[in-house]
C-alpha cells in the first residue's frame, strides 16, 4: 500500500485547528450580515420574547480599553462589536439566555473582577447569548445541517441555555488563552483557564445530543466550532456541511 505523502505547509503557517478556526468565524459573520441588512421585522418565537433573544450585552466597563485590546487578542473583536452593533434595546429583562451567560462567567472567574481579562470574559459570555439568540430567531430561515432540508424541527429552550454556556465556555477559553500568552503565567488567570477547560470536558458527552437537537446549520457551526471537543471542525475536515450552501 503507498502511503499518503502531504505537501510541507509553508513557513509561518498557522495550526490546520487554527486556520479552521478562522474559517468558522468567518462563516459566522457572512451568515449573520444578510439576515440582519434585509431590515425586515424578525418572527416571533413561541415562547420567547424576540427583543430579549436578540437583546444588546452589557457594555465594557469604562477603563483604559485594556479589556477591548484583549479581545483584539484573541480575535474576538467582532464577537463583541457586532452584537453592540445588531442588538436591540435592553428593557430591563434578563432571559434563560442571558442568565445561563452570567452563570458561565461567574462560574470561570469565581468572583474575580475588577481585570481587563475578567471584563473581557464576562463580554463574550453576554455576547454569546446574542449569536445563540439571534440565530434561533432567524432559525426558520436556515437548513438542517446534514440533511440541507429546510425547516428543522421545534427546539426547547432548556437545549438553547445549554448552547449558551457551551459557546460562551468555548468563547472565554479563547480569551483567557490571549490573557495567558501575554501576562507573566497568572495564577488567577491561569485558574480561571483551567475551569473554562473543564466545564468544556464536562460538557463533551451532551455535545452530541445537543447539536441533533439544534439541527439548523448557523446554530450548529456556531456551538460546535466554539467548544474544545473530539467533534470540533468535523464537518469542515470532511469537506461537507458549510461548503455545500455557502
Request: proline letters at 7%.
Amino acid at each position: 500500500m503507498t502511503s499518503l505523502t502531504l505537501p510541507p505547509r509553508p513557513p509561518g503557517s498557522p495550526p490546520l485547528a487554527h486556520a479552521w478556526q478562522t474559517l468558522a468565524d468567518g462563516l459566522l459573520t457572512q451568515r449573520l450580515h444578510p439576515a440582519v441588512t434585509e431590515k425586515k421585522a424578525l418572527p416571533d418565537v413561541p415562547g420567547a420574547d424576540v427583543s430579549v433573544l436578540a437583546q444588546r450585552p452589557s457594555l465594557l466597563p469604562a477603563t483604559d480599553g485594556s479589556a477591548m485590546a484583549l479581545l483584539e487578542a484573541a480575535r474576538l473583536g467582532f464577537w463583541w462589536e457586532l452584537p453592540q452593533r445588531h442588538g436591540t434595546e435592553s428593557r430591563n429583562q434578563r432571559g434563560a439566555l442571558h442568565r445561563a451567560a452570567d452563570t458561565a462567567a461567574q462560574n470561570i472567574l469565581a468572583e474575580q473582577s475588577g481585570m481587563a481579562w475578567s471584563d473581557a470574559v464576562t463580554a463574550v459570555s453576554g455576547a454569546a447569548a446574542w449569536w445563540v439568540g439571534f440565530f434561533t430567531v432567524i432559525r426558520h430561515r436556515g437548513v438542517h445541517h446534514i440533511t440541507l432540508e429546510p425547516h428543522p424541527s421545534p427546539l426547547h429552550e432548556q437545549a438553547l441555555g445549554t448552547a449558551v454556556s457551551v459557546v460562551a465556555h468555548g468563547m472565554a477559553t479563547r480569551v483567557l488563552e490571549a490573557a495567558l500568552r501575554d501576562s507573566d503565567d497568572d495564577p488567577d488567570v491561569r485558574a480561571a483557564y483551567c475551569r473554562a477547560i473543564e466545564a468544556e470536558i464536562c460538557a463533551e458527552p451532551e455535545l452530541p445530543r445537543l447539536i441533533d437537537e439544534l439541527a439548523e446549520l448557523r446554530l450548529v457551526d456556531l456551538v460546535s466550532t466554539a467548544a474544545r471537543w473530539r467533534g470540533r471542525f468535523t464537518k469542515y475536515a470532511g469537506g461537507t456541511g458549510a461548503g455545500q450552501v455557502e
